[in-house]
């Protein structure tokens, strides 16, 4: 019985409240985070100076300790549904939680000499980033739409504020405002459609709504289309797919970089894993509601974003459209998702994990060179070969990755996409797949844009010869996010044997 | 040994450029010479292990893949690490160990601007590594992977390394064959879906190459083996690179160092026309039927094509990128005859172009090193201010030309009589007069050639470069770089069995599937 039912249920019956059994060993990550929020304001609003800077080592150590939780659930395996089934812990959502814990350690790594050198807010930065990032993992368990909805706002707000943090600079707050304003109204989207799928369903429990779906009849219920769409177009704002992704370049450039990173990576992730439940727990019933607005979506993002992308001047921007772009690879295991669920979903988990690291890794490098540079702006980054050749190569096996060449992590994300949209043999599958194929030689270009202008180009005069040391933090953000896109690429087993781990009980 | 080989032999020469590349990683860019050494070493340990494989492989046997391994890789897409040496394989191969060594020690004192020894060798060796492996990879992921990998490195050969518009070039070759495969991954992953084991009926579901050839395209209907076929044909096409999708080709090779023309020239090219032999047309029989015809005439327009532009040249390195275009264009009408003969041909053609216009490409950069120009009315009178330069020159294009005596012959006449009887099924009438239409390129062919080496060679030197000291002769480091070649052009011009032995039994079987 769902948490709603049984609040009606005792409204007749006066029995004493009965708290739901918790099993505190699956909550215990989400616990842990809990814990490192209030520690970063204690330590904040008693030490208040003092405390600055250890902020970083805190925040980390924190997020070290949430991971051990997850190693021990991992070894114990299984599925444990928690709360009647709206809170689910099994290899998947373990998985999503340890690729957001780790996001968001490197974010931390690329944040620590960052908002040191700029004097900005340190220790509210360190408590809104955590804060967001349990919104993330509690995401990744929720199947349930207030589940759903409350993990959405608990990752959305902190982030608002976060991409305003330069202060100073009117760009950033352009940034937080324009991110507050469209998140807000996505938000307000998505909750009708959430009300709307309520009335269908009777249930906030994803399992029950799909039930309800798949008797409902098919013809002549507009108002199902109606709620389906409402609730996907509100986690479109969020992933920022095309249409809707007006806010995100913007956004992108005036957020601080690390908080562009956090926002490309993690909170785009957290959007998409919100999608995954939704559709593959609820919605797969009406598969032809769903597979049609997917594939506008997801041709639409790959397209727009990249011809958009061919036309920056700023190497974040440039980001900022690749990942739209990319976000119409990652929707497109949607378009097929009633005809193998999941293998749609596993590609979909794939490709945001190993999108992550190699995205993380150009960030952290775009970061690293902007400390000389002063700017991420394309024809700033001419020649910075001569002065920093370690980070332009890294960079350009990041580049090389987002291309697809193998044998780096992105070619693999996007031949399970391949793989799967090919498989369905529909004819939206094939019409996907060939978009797509087009669509990588055009990222090809304006990524080896970047790479020419670093590499080939000569710099400008007066340009120093050496620059200054890459600080630790930053180089341990690159090397864990190369290592891992290697890894990824010349083993994907690592990944998919995790993905593929026992049967997710599809619908349930 | 024997065993040793059978176990990792293939695994150690595809990646032992790696472990050179890993310890040139760990030396600092200021000591030159130190990675000059480590990569010529490198790359003779590797041919070393090539020479072990082919003195231990079963010529009698060579339809049959040899040395196998086999392990698992991606169990979730059900792809394996399949490698395998056969007929097909084995001579190119043997091409790539023989040219990657020689192209180091030419490197030895004709590093390009802006220098760094270490980067270019590194990206060298990570070149080297992808071609071996995509001419060994049994699986068509393996292959996909190692096919993409050469990209990258020549990418960065032609930009950093490169001439005047070597930006252009550089990008114009990375999106003309990302495009051609990306199509062909969609390619491979519809084949992994629709082939169908002929027995039993169920899709097999796999990437094996051997399984998929076995299964001879069972369960895909002829329309789809079309589209299909069609998506491989732009990647392999791209790459060989077939008229109209040429057009990346002589920028790239005009604007590459002289090491990146001989290693795209020799080596890369031949990516294309073996993907199309190794995969296409064994695993879509019906497919290569269809396309066949369209192949051999777009084959045949490569070939009047590129003869047609070479003649137009002002810049050598330009013509010779042309008769690239043109030379492909025979192999490519070999394989669309889809006959034992053609496919005999083709394979001898590719090594035949990769020596000889490997050659070619090695001389036009010597050339340009001594005259600072490859405009070829600047030239003149070569076999006078270096003879020994001038005769080499002169024999690689007899060769190129298809003397008879000399490799480029084999590569040429075969060719052009496989067109005469085409497999069965296939348009006799139309491919008589492609034979007739590439016979007459071969005339073509003849008049530029002569006609570049009349006006580099002959008369006496423009006044420009009368007593410039820096035309001298062959030097030592050429000497050695180019001998092995010139005595292989002349060697299988003489005995061709070397490698017709090797590959008949090999095609036969690919020739056998697609019922020719």
């Known amino acids: 019985m769902s948490l709603a039912a049984q609040l009606v249920a005792q409204v007749g019956a006066p029995v004493s409240f009965r708290g ?65 089934g709206s809170y689910v812990v099994g290899p998947m959502p373990l998985m999503l939680k340890a690729m957001f814990i780790v996001t968001t350690y490197v974010v931390v790594l690329l944040s620590t000499n ?35 909805f409350v993990a959405l706002e608990l990752l959305s707000i902190p982030a608002y504020m976060l991409a305003s943090w330069r202060k100073g600079d009117v760009r950033s707050n352009e940034a937080g405002l324009k991110y507050f304003l469209m998140g807000v109204f996505a938000s307000a989207v998505l909750l009708y459609g959430m009300s709307l799928v309520y009335g269908l369903g009777g249930s906030t429990r994803l399992e029950d709504i799909g039930r309800v779906l798949a008797d409902a009849p098919t013809d002549g219920v507009p108002v199902v289309t109606l709620a389906l769409v409402f609730v996907v177009i509100g986690f479109a704002f969020k992933v920022s797919a095309v249409p809707f992704h007006v806010w995100a370049p913007d956004t992108y450039e005036g957020a601080p970089t690390p908080v562009t990173t956090f926002l490309a990576v993690a909170s785009k992730a957290a959007g998409f894993v919100a999608l995954i439940s939704l559709v593959f727990y609820a919605f797969l019933p009406r598969a032809d509601i769903i597979e049609p607005l997917f594939f506008v979506l997801a041709i639409g993002s790959m397209t727009v974003g990249n011809l958009a992308a061919l036309r920056q001047t700023n190497v974040v921007r440039m980001l900022a459209y690749s990942g739209i772009a990319h976000a119409g690879f990652m929707l497109a295991p949607f378009v097929v998702a009633g005809s193998n669920p999941f293998r749609s979903m596993q590609s979909i988990v794939v490709y945001l994990v190993i999108y992550a690291a190699m995205n993380l890794g150009a960030f952290a490098c775009v970061i690293a060179m902007a400390r000389q540079t002063r700017s991420a702006e394309l024809k700033d980054l001419a020649g910075v070969v001569r002065s920093m050749p370690g980070l332009a190569w890294c960079m350009v096996l990041f580049l090389a990755s987002l291309i697809g ?19 369905a043999e529909t004819g939206l599958g094939y019409a996907t797949a060939i978009i797509m194929a087009i669509n990588t030689a055009i990222a090809a270009y304006y990524y080896l844009n970047v790479a020419k202008t670093m590499i080939f180009d000569d710099p400008p005069e007066g340009a120093p010869v050496r620059a200054p040391r890459t600080p630790p933090s930053l180089a341990a953000a690159i090397a864990i996010s190369l290592v891992a896109t290697f890894a990824f690429g010349i083993l994907p087993g690592l990944l998919t044997n995790v993905t593929s781990y026992g049967p997710l009980a599809l619908g349930g | 040994m024997k065993q040793f080989l059978n176990d990792w032999g293939l695994i150690l020469v595809t990646f032992l450029p790696m472990v050179g590349v890993l310890a040139m990683l760990c030396v600092p860019r200021e000591s030159e010479e130190t990675h000059k050494l480590l990569a010529v070493i490198t790359s003779l340990a590797t041919a070393f292990v090539g020479i072990l494989l082919m003195l231990n492989f079963n010529y009698d046997r060579a339809g049959i893949l040899q040395f196998r391994v086999d392990h698992s890789w991606i169990d979730a897409i059900n792809s394996r690490f399949i490698m395998g040496l056969d007929g097909l394989s084995l001579p190119l191969l043997a091409l790539t160990l023989l040219i990657m060594p020689l192209v180091f020690i030419y490197s030895w004192n004709h590093i390009p601007e802006p220098g760094n020894v270490k980067a270019f060798f590194v990206l060298m060796l990570v070149l080297e590594m992808g071609m071996i492996g995509t001419f060994l990879a049994e699986d068509l992921i393996l292959f996909f992977v190692f096919f993409e990998i050469v990209l990258l490195p020549m990418y960065f050969l032609i930009g950093v390394w490169g001439g005047p518009e070597r930006k252009y070039a550089s990008i114009k070759f990375f999106i003309y064959t990302l495009l051609g495969s990306a199509l062909m991954l969609v390619a491979f992953v519809a084949v992994y879906f629709l082939v169908k084991n002929p027995v039993t009926g169920e899709a097999i579901q796999t990437f094996s190459i051997p399984e998929l050839k076995a299964a001879g395209g069972e369960g895909i209907t002829r329309a789809a083996q079309v589209v299909i076929f069609g998506g491989m044909f732009m990647g392999f096409g791209i790459k060989v690179p077939m008229f109209p999708f040429h057009t990346w080709l ?61 003649l137009a040249q002002t810049d050598m390195k330009r013509l010779i990128a042309f008769s690239s275009v043109s030379h492909m264009g025979f192999t490519m009408l070999a394989i669309s005859t889809l006959t034992t003969f053609g496919f005999n041909a083709a394979v001898f053609g590719m090594v035949a172009h990769g020596l000889i ?121 050429e000497w050695i770089s180019w001998t092995p070649l010139l005595v292989l052009i002349v060697l299988l011009g003489f005995v061709p069995a070397i490698i017709f032995n090797v590959t008949e039994p090999a095609v036969n079987i690919i020739a056998k599937t697609v019922g020719g």
């Open chain 1, 20 to 84: 739901p059994t918790i099993d505190y060993h699956a909550l215990a990550p989400e616990i842990v985070l809990s814990a490192a929020v209030v520690v970063l304001v204690l330590l904040d609003s008693i030490k208040l100076e003092r405390a600055k800077a250890y902020m970083p080592v805190v925040t980390n150590l924190a997020l070290l300790g949430a991971l051990i939780p997850l190693l021990t659930l991992a070894y114990d395996g299984g599925t444990r549904a928690l709360f009647g």
């Open chain 2, 250 to 310: 002589p920028d790239a090779h005009t604007q590459a160092p002289t090491q990146g023309s001989v290693i795209l020239a020799a080596v890369l090219l031949k990516l294309g026309t073996y993907g199309f032999m190794r995969i296409a047309i064994p695993i879509l029989p019906d497919g290569a039927r269809q396309w066949a015809p369209v192949i051999g005439v777009l084959a045949v327009i490569g070939i009047i094509y590129g003869a047609l532009c070479c």
């Open chain 2, 357 to 477: 216009t490997g050659m070619l490409f090695f001389i036009a950069g010597s050339m340009k090193d001594r005259y600072h120009t490859l405009e070829i009315k600047r030239l003149g009178g070569l076999l006078v201010s270096a003879p020994k330069l001038g005769w080499i020159f002169g024999l690689c294009t007899m060769a190129s030309l298809g003397l008879p005596g000399l490799a480029g012959f084999w590569g040429e006449f075969p060719a052009i009589l496989s067109a005469y009887a085409p497999a069965e099924g296939l348009n006799i009438t139309l491919f008589r007069g492609l034979m007739i239409a590439a016979a007459l390129g071969t005339v073509l062919a003849a008049g530029y050639l002569l006609w570049l080496y009349q006006r580099t060679a002959f008369g006496t030197p423009t006044e420009e470069f009368a007593d410039d000291p820096h035309i001298h002769d062959v030097t030592t480091p």
């Open chain 1, 405 to 423: 060449m193998p044998p780096l992590g992105g070619w693999y994300a996007k031949f399970g996409v391949f793989k799967v949209v090919v498989g």
């Open chain 1, 114 to 148: 960052y908002m040191a050198e700029g004097d900005y807010w340190e220790s509210e930065y360190y408590t809104l980033l955590v804060s967001s990032l349990l919104g993330m993992v509690v995401m990744a368990s929720s199947r349930d739409l207030i589940g759903i």
